[in-house]
């Protein structure tokens, strides 16, 4: 019996092997495959958004503003004692043909006419004070009695600051002598010292105080005036 050749075997193996073995990209996919199912992770679905009444009721319902509140207390502003009455208190000193140091309260009285808003003020820009005063000269006492116009300019009229202007009569009743007529013109400006009252008033002027035919004082004075509520 012969024996067959081994190149002739050799070659069978191979069709054999290649017949019953799958080809290259067979198991190509077959790898992808396998490591796209290991790999890939499962994506999970997104959740809705919440639709809840009460979520929805927080987001969109407005804020309320904020309660408002009465700074104003009626009772403070009837005054200290709660009568309303509007007044002041007024120091003075005036050098010249004889000096003077001189204490004044006056309550104050509003225009009815509203003479401020006719010139072009404000309503209230005009205010008349009487009232009654101590003084002492060089050589005299008196007990004067005051009645004054008073015109408030516009506000900050006067680099920022708020100017006024007042005129009036000073009548002596008694002190070292009964009588005697005197008058004063002055010029003031308001500065805000955060009194609930009102500002306080620093004025410049000429005064002139006599006390019968016999003592007289006259010249430059300073004064300063600051409103009470009573």
Known sequence: MKRNNPLI????????????????EAQSKII???????VTPQI????????????????DEPVPPPPEFNTKNPKE?????????????????????????????NIIFSDPLSIGERIGLA????????????????????????ADTVIYLKENSLFGMDPYLGAGLIYN????????LGGQLYFGILADFGFEAGKTGFALGYG???????????????????????
Do not use: H, M
């Not at 992808?32 to 290991?38: C, N």
């Not at 999970?44 to 987001?59: G, I």
């Not at 007044?87 to 043909?97: E, P």
């Open 32 to 38: 992808r495959k396998t490591i796209k199912k290991v």
């Open 44 to 59: 999970a679905p997104a959740q809705p958004p919440n639709t809840d009444a009460s979520a929805e009721s927080t987001v």
């Open 77 to 105: 502003n009837r005054g200290i004692f709660g009568w309303g009455i509007n007044t002041d208190l007024s120091g003075k000193f005036l050098t010249g043909n004889g000096s003077l140091l001189g204490l004044r309260g």
């Open 9 to 24: 075997l050799f070659i069978l193996a191979l069709l054999i092997l290649a017949i019953c073995s799958p080809s290259a």
């Open 208 to 230: 002139n105080y006599k006390v019968a035919d016999k003592y007289s004082a006259d010249g430059i004075f300073f004064a300063v005036t600051q409103p009470f509520t009573l």
């Open 173 to 180: 009743l008694f002190g070292t002598a009964s009588g005697g």
């Open 123 to 146: 309503e209230d820009a005009v205010e008349f004070k009487t009232g009654l005063g101590v003084g002492f000269g060089n050589n005299f006492t008196t007990v004067p009695l005051f």
